[in-house]
C-alpha cells in the first residue's frame, strides 16, 4: 500500500450512501487513496502526496 513518506498519508475507507424513502443508507464501502507522486530531489526519490509536493517545491517543507 502505498503512503506518503511525509505526512503518512494513505486510504481511508469511505462509504456511498443512497436516499430512500427519505433515508439514506449505507450501500457500498471503497477505499479513496491519495494522489501519490515521486518526486526527485538530488539523488532521493520520494513518493508524496500532492499537497506535500507542492509544499516542498515552494520552499515550506525541508527534507
Known amino acids: 500500500m502505498k503512503t506518503c513518506e511525509?505526512?503518512?498519508?494513505?486510504?481511508?475507507?469511505?462509504?456511498k450512501r443512497k436516499k430512500l424513502r427519505g433515508q439514506y443508507n449505507p450501500v457500498k464501502f471503497y477505499f479513496q487513496?491519495?494522489?501519490i507522486q515521486v518526486l526527485k530531489?538530488?539523488?532521493?526519490?520520494?513518493?508524496?502526496?500532492k499537497d506535500c509536493?507542492?509544499?516542498?517545491?515552494?520552499?515550506?517543507?525541508?527534507i
Not at 503518512?8 to 469511505?14: H, L, M, S, T
Open 6 to 15: 511525509i505526512c503518512k498519508k494513505g486510504r481511508f475507507k469511505a462509504v
Open 33 to 35: 487513496k491519495p494522489n
Open 41 to 49: 530531489i538530488g539523488n532521493k526519490k520520494l513518493e508524496v502526496c
Open 53 to 62: 509536493r507542492k509544499l516542498i517545491l515552494k520552499g515550506k517543507i525541508k
